[in-house]
Structures are given as C-alpha cells and as structure tokens.
C-alpha cells in the first residue's frame, strides 16, 4: 500500500515536467509553420476634387442641348430630329450592328472626327446620284459600330453647310438603325422665295365666311419680338397672324405637341405674315434658339368659353 502511494505521488511529480517539455519542445519537421497573420494597412485616404463652376456649367450646357430620341421622331426604322445649330444629337447604338447617320441630299462631307477611334469603327458612303448641287439626289452616309457595349463618345461631322455634333454610346443589344435631320431653316428660306413671288396684296385666304371662324386661340409663354398677334381658323385652316417685323430676322417653326407632350415639326406655308396650316390643332408651339429658347405656345380653347368674335 506504501509503495502504491509513492508511486501516485511521484507520476504526479513528473507530470508537469513532461507538460512543459511538450510544450517547449520544437514542432516536427514535418509540421509546416503557420502562416503570419496579415498586417492590416490603413486605406489610402482619396482627396476629393471639387467640381470647377466651370465644369458645371459645361456639363449644365451640354445636358441642356442635347436632343434624345423621340418616339414622334421616327419614320420607320429612322429617328428624324429638327436640325438646330449647337445642338448634340444622342445616337444609340450596339455591338455587332451598323447605324446610319444620312446627311441631307446634296451636302458635301468635309470631316469626320470622334474622341475615340480605337473602339468605334467609323466610315462614310454616298448613295443617290452626284454633282453636289441644291437638287443633288446624291446623299453622304456616315457609318458608326462600337465594338462592346457600355462605351461612350463624341463625333463631330463638318461638311460645306453645316457641322454636326453627335454624342454615341453603346448598348448590349439596341442600335438605332439610322437617323437624318429636318431642316426648318431651309424650309423657311423656301418659303419666303415662294411667298416673295406672289401679290403682296393678296388676301392670306379666299371664301372666308365670318360665321365659320374660330378665334378662341390663347397665346402664351415667352414675348420674342415675332410673337404672334393673334391665330383662328375657319374649321379647316389655321391662320398664324405675326407682327410685320416677321421678315427681318429668323422666322420660328411650328411644333404640334400631342396630349403625351410629345413635340413634331407642322407642315404650313408662309403667307404675307401669315402662317396658314392645313388642319386644325389642339396645342402647338413655335421655337426658336437653343442657349436661351423663346417658346410660345398657341392653344386651341373651347367656343363655348371664349365665343366667335365678329365684325
């Protein structure tokens, strides 16, 4: 019984001495180290840069003149905008297809330039007949293709009546096939030469009945020098009176706006300072300038509100 106690007691001795050689003893060779925990570093700090008033009136002007895509816009597969002079026209477009972007009949290219030709593939044909000049069914056809998707940039085309200035992005799948412009300005010049050749002293419209006419039209919005006077219709016509300062400087076109408040170019004729439309409008709106736009609206009112004025 003796001997079993001191052997307890001794094994009790020796097991701390075995613990702390276990635990001071080197690890096996062929236990591999640890890896060192990663130091964590503090983030560089980015400074922020403020935007210049500069750069945001820049950025204010540029979001302000360019000119999106409208569903009124389209004439089949071609997205028309109304040419305005500094205005930036937005062209979707997608990898893997080609838009078009025709200039008007008879225009002579004279360069193409685009901020980034590495991932733009960019090109020019004609299609139509040759000779360049105001009747020249000819036409110069500028081809753009991205080469991926979610790229953007800008393309400047100058040719010997106007310079185009064009914001491209890219798309996964949706291009607009092609796009072209009106030319109000053109129109107008037209216009006049025609309206030139006839009587001043003819009536703006024959057959005329008093009775007929509708002058509940209210005129509102912006007070350029060419606002218009008045405007009325006989059920069929609508007649645009301007003041007679209308032939000294630019002439406004005629938009319809829609119940959508969606805007597209009226056909009318100029006549003496008369606009004549063939057709009857709820709300049309004359623009002219892009910086500072002068808007006026003409809005048809109800007769039973504002009555027939008669002589």
């Given at each position: 019984m003796k001997s079993a106690i001191l052997a307890a007691a001794g094994l009790a001795l020796a097991?701390?001495?075995?613990?702390?050689?276990?635990?001071?003893?080197?690890?096996?060779?062929?236990?591999?180290?640890?890896?060192?925990?990663?130091?964590?570093?503090?983030?560089?700090?980015?400074?922020?840069?403020?935007?210049?008033?500069?750069?945001?009136?820049?950025?204010t002007a540029n979001r302000a003149a360019t000119v999106e895509p409208a569903t009124g816009g389209y004439v089949n597969a071609v997205q028309v905008y109304p040419w305005s002079d500094g205005a930036i026209y937005h062209v979707l477009t997608a990898p893997g297809q080609v838009t078009d972007i025709a200039l008007q009949p008879g225009e002579n290219l004279g360069a193409v330039a685009s901020g980034d030709?590495?991932?733009?593939?960019?090109?020019?044909?004609?299609?139509?007949?040759?000779?360049?000049?105001?009747?020249?069914?000819?036409?110069?056809?500028?081809?753009?293709?991205?080469?991926?998707?979610?790229?953007?940039?800008?393309?400047?085309?100058?040719?010997?009546?106007?310079?185009?200035?064009?914001?491209?992005?890219?798309?996964?799948?949706?291009?607009?096939?092609?796009?072209?412009?009106?030319?109000?300005?053109?129109?107008?010049?037209?216009?006049?030469?025609?309206?030139?050749?006839?009587?001043?002293?003819?009536?703006?419209?024959?057959?005329?009945?008093?009775?007929?006419?509708?002058?509940?039209?209210?005129?509102?919005?912006?007070?350029?020098?060419?606002?218009?006077?008045?405007?009325?219709?006989?059920?069929r016509q609508t007649f645009i009176e301007f003041p007679a300062s209308l032939g000294e400087g630019e002439a406004p076109p005629l938009f319809l706006v829609d119940r959508k408040g969606t805007t597209s170019l009226l056909n009318y004729r100029v006549q003496g300072r008369y606009y004549v439309v063939d057709r009857i409008f709820d709300v049309a709106e004359l623009r002219l300038g892009l910086k500072r736009q002068d808007i006026v609206r003409i809005t048809r009112t109800d007769e039973a509100q504002t009555g027939r004025r008669r002589s």
């Open positions: 097991a701390p001495a075995f613990a702390q050689t276990a635990a001071i003893a080197p690890a096996s060779p062929s236990t591999p180290p640890l890896p060192a925990a990663p130091v964590a570093r503090p983030q560089a700090h980015r400074r922020h840069v403020p935007v210049s008033p500069a750069e945001r009136r820049v950025r030709t590495v991932r733009w593939v960019i090109g020019d044909t004609t299609s139509g007949g040759s000779g360049g000049g105001p009747g020249d069914a000819r036409r110069t056809h500028v081809l753009v293709k991205p080469i991926g998707a979610g790229l953007s940039t800008n393309l400047v085309i100058t040719t010997n009546r106007r310079t185009y200035h064009l914001a491209l992005t890219s798309t996964a799948r949706t291009a607009m096939a092609a796009l072209s412009w009106t030319y109000p300005a053109d129109q107008l010049i037209a216009l006049k030469a025609a309206a030139e050749t006839v009587n001043p002293a003819q009536p703006v419209a024959s057959g005329l009945s008093i009775e007929q006419l509708h002058f509940g039209y209210t005129i509102s919005g912006d007070r350029p020098n060419w606002r218009p006077l008045r405007a009325f219709d006989d059920g």
